[in-house]
């Protein structure tokens, strides 16, 4: 329970995967224009995280270790996804057409989000069992989460202000970004001892 | 368009990094020394020639409705062939690079390319586009991991060069420097471009 509990906060704030190992950039930077967007994709990022995890993990441990083809790592990992993706969307659509109307445009974009690929491959080679992955999944899309709320709150400011013409859009995001790396770095030497 | 002209294009017109703005992850996470920079450059160089050359060839055949599944399996042979091949010659150079070489599959301009480009174009213009593109991929990790491993650590390509009257800067081979780094420098990419229509 402790060590769940490590993992979580670890991921979620101590090593956030968008502000410490630059894993999700694009969506970060792309759809952090406005709030309730920003909201809509990290649940998204949250949802499929964690099932990927969950997928991945036993494809990894039935499929691959059994049968001793590990190195097809990436391929199988990479085709996964792209499946659940298109597994959820189907779910989705039949089962809440809210929730589709909020999630419905994010997840295709899910598919080449690097973070959901690096959350499954990072399980893989920590060794961690099931229990540990699905909680590694859930916390890393927490994490994304709120660096990508945090951006599209702190952009929703930035319209009214007097940015110069050549900083406007990415240049100053890249910025904000790094002051927020700088403020993540805070949590750092958390668990050290 | 000739051979050169699509060669030059992704070198400095569509320049990947700073012109169209892609594959952010790597280019920010790698750029703590020029050499993981100038590694990770040619790895995704290779999988672009790689995955350019065979889409391109395939392009007639792959059907339009599974073009994207056909594109990933393709990119991902390639990650998996140079990610076995680092792992085997240049073991240091692996482990730095660690998770972002198996993540070279869900580089942007790696599907870009093969969307936009390879997927429509002839074998040999393929070859180019991916060849320009590469070189100015590694050109940019190159620039920004110059400019974060002199503030960072003081020293270019591991020799040391300021550290007899210059304080390093931590900061900046850690993950703020990197955004820092990379937002002046897009921010001084669009002067330049705006000052000279």
Redesign the interface.
Known sequence: MENLFVIFITVFLVNNFV????????PF?GVSRNLKSASCMGLAVVFVMTIASFVTWCVNEYVLVAYDVA?????VF??VI?TLVQFVELFISKVSPTLQRVLGIYLPLIT???AV??VC??NV?EGFNLPETIVHGFAAGLGFTLAICMMAGIRERLEFAKV????QG??????V???M??SF?GFQGFFAN | MGFSAEFQKGIFKDNPTFRLVLGICPTLAVTTSIKNGIGMGLATTFVLLGSNIFISLLRNFIPDKIRIPAFIVIISTFVTLIDLLMAAYVTELHEALGIFIPLIVVNCIIMGRAEAYASRSPVLLSIADALGMGIGFTLSLSLISFIRELLGSGTVLGYNVLTSFYEPAVIMILPPGAFLTMGLLLGLFNYISRRKP
């Open positions: 502000l410490a190992k630059f894993l999700g950039l694009c930077l190195y097809l790592k990436t391929i990479i085709l792209a080449t989000n690097c690929l690096g491959i990072l080679q110069p013409v050549a900083m990415f240049p100053i995001s890249l910025i970004g790094s002051l790396a700088l770095f």
